[in-house]
């Protein structure tokens, strides 16, 4: 793809999400968002239930998601906003989400995630990162296709990472049986992994109206840190090129995800990669911007679909 027919926007990376919600009507329309009780699925849910949305939270902890939506009505004063009980990592509790759900789904927001943990595996024996960031949410998504497809256009939110520029998909050794544990690679992969389900859910579903993209927040201190150091989040913050104060707040972190969501300059877009409210291009040696070449691969996509289906049906 080049550069001259890349989506642009008038936001940009100070944007936060009620901006660019400022003029949007969303009354009608329901949304779900993974991990919506803090960091920036909170902002997500906030500034869509601010538009005017049917906002459900799907947490683990739902008296986190409880605080959160009472949090959100008190800010927005729309009561609209429900908590349902979602793991990921356990796809029990994922068919029991969509059983329960009813009625047309607008915008789905696969926010959810674990980052760099010490080695985890689920029942399944899979790691735990791939499983919680991927497998979760493509189970998600595929047993609410038929909710998406009865909404008449709509989306699907992937959030990725700059971490997916670490690793490709290692389809040879998905969960870490043969090579040792790496929780970055692990991490890099999973994220990869978000970038290339938009890429084959596009190719899939567009002619349901249905359109996923995939989304970098940006650096953003959050709960998605608890498994890392002070010292390793020191570094991470001197490789973002600014320090701290390069970091995004999470009102911040949430803008792209809303804009990917919500926003009617990304209508009919799917199988893009967006950072700071931009649709942006391949990446360039020697810096963390822009989408690896393996992360949007049309026959990857296809590959991890396949897989990822022959996972769920054991």
């Not at 968002?33 to 601010?50: F, M, N, P």
């Not at 538009?51 to 949090?71: K, L, M, P, S």
Request: glycine letters at 10%; aromatic letters at 8%.
């Amino acid at each position: 793809m080049t550069t001259s027919n890349l989506v642009s926007t008038p936001f940009s990376r100070e944007t936060t999400a009620l901006e660019v919600v400022r003029d949007l009507d969303l009354t009608g329309r329901r949304a779900v968002v993974t991990g919506g009780a803090s960091g920036i699925g909170v902002e997500t849910a906030r500034a869509l239930a601010a538009a005017g949305a049917d906002v459900t939270i799907a947490v683990r902890n739902t008296e986190a998601g409880q605080r959160a939506a009472a949090d959100i009505t008190g800010t927005t004063g729309n009561d609209r906003i429900l908590v349902a009980p979602l793991d990921l990592a356990d796809l029990d509790s994922v068919a029991t989400f969509v059983r329960t759900w009813d009625g047309p789904l607008h915008m789905l927001v696969n926010n959810a995630g674990i980052m760099a943990s010490p080695e985890m595996r689920t029942a399944q024996g899979w790691e735990m990162q791939f499983a919680t960031n991927h497998l979760g949410h493509f189970a998600l998504a595929a047993g609410l296709y038929r909710s998406l497809a009865a909404a008449g256009g709509a989306r699907i939110v992937s959030v990725s990472s700059a971490a997916h520029l670490r690793s490709p998909v290692v389809f040879e050794d998905i969960h870490f049986r043969q090579r040792p544990y790496d929780p970055w690679q692990a991490y890099g992969q999973s994220k990869t992994a978000n970038v290339l389900f938009a890429v084959d859910a596009t190719r899939r579903w567009a002619d349901d109206g249905i359109y996923t993209n995939a989304l970098m927040p940006g650096a953003i201190q959050t709960n998605l840190q608890r498994y890392i150091t002070e010292e390793e989040l020191e570094r991470m913050r001197a490789q973002s090129g600014g320090g701290a104060a390069h970091w995004k707040n999470p009102e911040q972190g949430a803008a792209t995800s809303v804009l990917v969501a919500a926003s009617p300059l990304v209508a009919g877009v799917g199988g893009r990669y967006f950072e700071d409210c931009q649709e942006a291009g391949p990446n360039q040696p020697g810096t963390r911007t822009g989408y690896a070449p393996y992360a949007r691969d049309p026959e990857a996509a296809e590959r991890l679909w396949e897989v990822s289906e022959e996972h769920l049906r054991g």
